[in-house]
């Protein structure tokens, strides 16, 4: 089977950085990727590590480690439309190349 | 036309209804999904569409059955729902299942059985 975590709340103020791990077990691993929820909303697609290292768009870097099953996503220059949840999700190579969430980390970024 | 367009955005049901949801999309992707989501949950997969076929079924209650008319359309027939089925219903789309290219999620039908 497989198990993704992260933590479930963070907290930080407008124009800080914050940092999102995100740990994963799982088989027939084929992509990591990262999405944005605002409440309500549909998930928007944020970032796609396959590779080991880190992948940087704009404000937004994530990292991989494939041999310690460890991502992070971090969030730099905190604005408060930031405030939403991120989800980890994993591909897995299984017929349809399933993609598993993890629990979702809640941002809130104060003033 | 880069989005996935789900209809109705909201629907209130009945437990003895009918109803179905629509998702399209017309960026020519060959994989497309339903994804359940209760609040403050992640998303959990419902079934996978591969080229019109479907590929994945989690072990899905009949009273949901999907749909794939052409490769631009996706439904979920529902009938003889139960309250905690309530949940927002994603739908999303994928250019290929392999190799892998990414979703991308259309904004979600809110459903709500009474």
């Known amino acids: 089977g497989q198990n993704i975590d992260q933590p479930t709340e963070m907290t930080a103020t407008e124009g800080a950085i914050v940092q999102i791990n995100c740990t994963y077990q799982t088989s027939g691993f084929n992509g990591l990727f990262w999405y944005q929820q605002h409440a309500g909303e549909a998930p928007t697609f944020l970032s796609y590590n396959v590779l080991d290292g880190l992948e940087e768009k704009g404000r937004f870097s994530s990292f991989l480690s494939r041999s310690k099953g460890y991502s992070y996503l971090l969030l730099k220059e905190l604005q408060m439309k930031d405030s939403a949840s991120y989800l980890c999700a994993v591909s897995h190579k299984a017929a349809g190349n399933k993609l598993t969430f993890g629990g979702g980390t809640r941002v809130l970024v104060k003033p | 036309d880069t989005e996935v367009t789900q209809t109705p955005k909201h629907l209130v049901m009945g437990m003895t209804n009918k109803k179905s949801l629509k998702c399209e999309q017309h960026?020519?992707?060959?994989?497309m999904y339903w994804y359940k989501q209760k609040a403050k949950k992640p998303p959990e997969l419902m079934f996978v569409?591969?080229?019109?076929?479907?590929?994945i079924n989690e072990s899905v209650p009949s009273r949901f059955s999907p749909e794939c008319p052409n490769s631009s359309l996706l439904n979920l027939h529902l009938h003889a729902l139960q309250p905690e089925d309530s949940a927002l219903y994603l739908c999303?789309?994928?250019?290929?299942?392999?190799?892998?290219?990414?979703?991308?999620f259309g904004s979600g039908t809110r459903l709500t059985v009474v």
């Open positions: 999303a789309s994928s250019p290929n299942v392999e190799p892998w290219g990414g979703y991308t």
């Open positions: 569409y591969s080229y019109e076929k479907l590929s």
């Open positions: 960026m020519g992707h060959r994989a």
